[in-house]
């Protein structure tokens, strides 16, 4: 996929990029990608794409963070034609020997808050590389994500895809689409994923709403309304018990 790297860091531990990956018009997989030192990939855009490694495949959106190891050959497919917006930490000291293998797992609506801020701090040379170096120890312990099939992947890629829209799926509806049992639906995908189907779209709600405030969008209201909310201060409420801080102080940190 075309790309465009902006360099944010550098320093003798580790190196920070900012990577803006634009889709191609073609669908089918890309051609194999060789890394050449691990990474660690956190999401800074909601757009959606699938990776392949080996035999297994995993769904990467905008609450998924990656880590890639030495020598890792891949093969990627955009699932939208959405800009896909990353922030890579390329680490220089040597690697541990569970660092052989991949690892995906999901973050928190405040880490992702974390990794806007900290982009924003090193972007205005203002600091930010104690809080990547905190988010990628985080990493370490986080619960690791398993290759998705069937109807828990299917079901997580309606998600992604309707989450900033304001009228979005039931229960029933996102069960009937991936043809489970709303029970059974539910039961899974918290197995797989450990949240619940609303913490899942609830997530990836914040996660557009912080993507356009880093765009430069001022108008609260106006994306409470886009992503489904009864009014600014319902998103406001949420926004405050996920993330710890109000949506005008994260507007003003990360425009």
Same mark, same amino acid.
């Given at each position: ?9 550098a320093g003798r531990e580790f190196t920070v990029e900012h990577l803006r ?27 959606m794409l699938d990776l392949r490694w080996g035999e297994s495949t995993w ?52 880490? =992702?808050?974390?990794?806007? @801020?900290?982009? %924003?701090? $090193?972007? /205005? ?8 170096? #905190? *988010? ?11 290759? =998705?099939?069937?109807?828990? @992947?299917?079901? %997580?890629? $309606?998600? /992604? ?8 799926? #039931? *229960? ?84």
């Amino acid at each position: 996929m075309p790309h465009d790297r902006t360099l944010l860091y550098a320093g003798r531990e580790f190196t920070v990029e900012h990577l803006r990956s634009h889709g191609k018009e073609e669908p089918g997989w890309s051609g194999p990608y060789t890394l050449e030192s691990r990474r660690i990939v956190f999401p800074a855009g909601r757009a959606m794409l699938d990776l392949r490694w080996g035999e297994s495949t995993w769904q990467i959106d905008g609450l998924t963070a990656m880590h890639l190891a030495d020598a890792m050959v891949y093969q990627l497919r955009a699932a939208t034609q959405a800009t896909q917006r990353s922030v890579i930490v390329s680490r220089h000291h040597p690697g541990r020997a569970d660092d052989a293998t991949p690892a995906f797992c999901l973050l928190s609506p405040r880490s =992702l808050y974390r990794i806007h @801020a900290a982009q %924003r701090q $090193l972007r /205005a040379g203002d600091g930010g590389a104690l809080a990547i170096a #905190s *988010l990628v120890d985080e990493f370490g312990t986080a619960r690791r994500q398993s290759p =998705l099939t069937g109807a828990v @992947a299917r079901a %997580r890629r $309606l998600l /992604a895809e309707t989450a900033d829209r304001g009228t979005r799926l #039931s *229960l029933h509806e996102l069960a009937d689409a991936v043809s489970r049992s709303p029970f059974h639906l539910a039961r899974s995908f918290r197995q797989h994923t450990g949240l619940s189907l609303h913490q899942y779209r609830l997530h990836l709600r914040l996660a557009s709403a912080m993507e356009r405030l880093v765009d430069g969008d001022t108008d609260l209201a106006g994306i409470a309304h886009d992503l489904g909310y009864c009014s600014q201060s319902h998103l406001g409420a949420v926004f405050r018990r996920e993330i710890g801080i109000t949506l005008g102080e994260a507007r003003r940190a990360l425009a």
